[in-house]
């Protein structure tokens, strides 16, 4: 493939679409088209070499006084970092361009909803139809998903064998926790987390005890190689079901992260809770958390108080039952 004599803008967006976007999935090249939209509507770039870090960080400020919101805005500038990464492997640049993507809260916007069981296991489902023969790998770990509450990126690095660059599990201990070095974690601590019953038990029930826990595969049988790769297989898995989070919305690992948070909140105290989850602020634990579950609680409560006869609240009667009992 020939360098564009002008090396423009939109004779490179085609050459990345011909040569790139092609191989992708569906929904990997989706994400490209509102990215590079906006970034032309907000900065509008001539030439590849026009995007620099100060255009970026000029397109990432512009993005948040437009309205964008922080998940979006990070999503956009994620997918320019591939674009851009692409462009200097391929010689339109003359080196890499940083493109810094500001951290976000994950937990900032409830952007989805907790998945059921039975959502679960219809996503299991569509995993086996979508990779085929291949699908058991994916199916351990979005099982491991459901159980952990994991992020994406974490259940992606989680291993087996000591490392300063993944999360290290350690199963035989009386009680079994995994290491999360510090680059890895969002608060940028060393931490030590403690793992679920549950989630033990399905790591033991595990043939493999060496290298990274969960490798899952490609429709074509390869490694997942990336948790950008990882992202969108799980988006597309999620596409070919029914299940709507959100208007607009499938399945995604962060779903199944906040099914964790559901299930433990009617467990656990909000304290433990938000270690469990690894919250910054116990505010997040008690606004998507601890809340949903006290009004779920609530429902119940009612619920058994209205189907009682005689409706005993408190230990008096009311009057209704009062007067009819005279």
């Not at 026009?50 to 956009?76: I, Q, W």
Request: with cysteine; net charge positive; charged share 30%.
């Amino acid at each position: 493939m020939e360098r564009p004599r002008e090396d423009d803008w939109l004779s490179f967006q085609q050459e990345f679409e011909d040569h790139h976007l092609k191989s992708q999935s569906k929904n990997y090249r989706a994400s490209f088209v509102p990215a590079a939209r906006k970034l032309e509507n907000l900065c509008n770039p001539k030439r590849v070499s026009d995007v620099t870090p100060l255009m970026l960080a000029r397109f990432h400020t512009r993005m948040r006084e437009a309205g964008l919101a922080n998940t979006t805005a990070a999503s956009y500038l994620r997918q320019l970092r591939i674009t851009i990464n692409w462009a200097a492997e391929h010689g339109y640049l003359e080196q890499r361009v940083k493109v810094v993507v500001p951290r976000v809260d994950e937990d900032e916007e409830m952007k989805g909803r907790p998945l059921s069981l039975e959502e679960l296991e219809r996503l299991l489902k569509a995993a086996g139809k979508l990779l085929g023969v291949h699908a058991a790998p994916m199916e351990s770990m979005l099982r491991g998903y459901w159980l952990s509450g994991l992020r994406r990126t974490e259940g992606y690095l989680l291993s087996w064998d000591n490392s300063e660059e993944l999360l290290v599990v350690k199963i035989d201990g009386r009680r079994p926790m995994v290491e999360i070095p510090t680059k890895l974690d969002k608060g940028r601590k060393r931490r030590t987390l403690s793992l679920t019953p549950d989630f033990v038990e399905h790591l033991r029930s595990l043939p493999n005890r060496e290298g990274r826990v969960y490798r899952p595969l490609t429709k074509q049988g390869r490694v997942v190689r990336s948790v950008d790769t990882l992202g969108v297989l799980i988006s597309d898995i999620g596409a070919t079901t029914n299940i709507v989070t959100k208007p607009g919305r499938h399945p995604t690992v962060h779903d199944l992260r906040r099914s964790f948070g559901e299930r433990w909140a009617a467990r656990v105290t909000p304290p433990v809770l938000k270690e469990l989850m690894r919250h910054r602020d116990i505010k997040t634990t008690l606004k998507y958390y601890v809340g949903q579950s006290a009004e779920r609680t609530a429902n119940q409560v009612w619920d058994v108080f209205e189907r009682s006869q005689g409706g005993v609240l408190g230990g008096a009667r009311e009057p209704a039952a009062e007067a009819n009992r005279s």
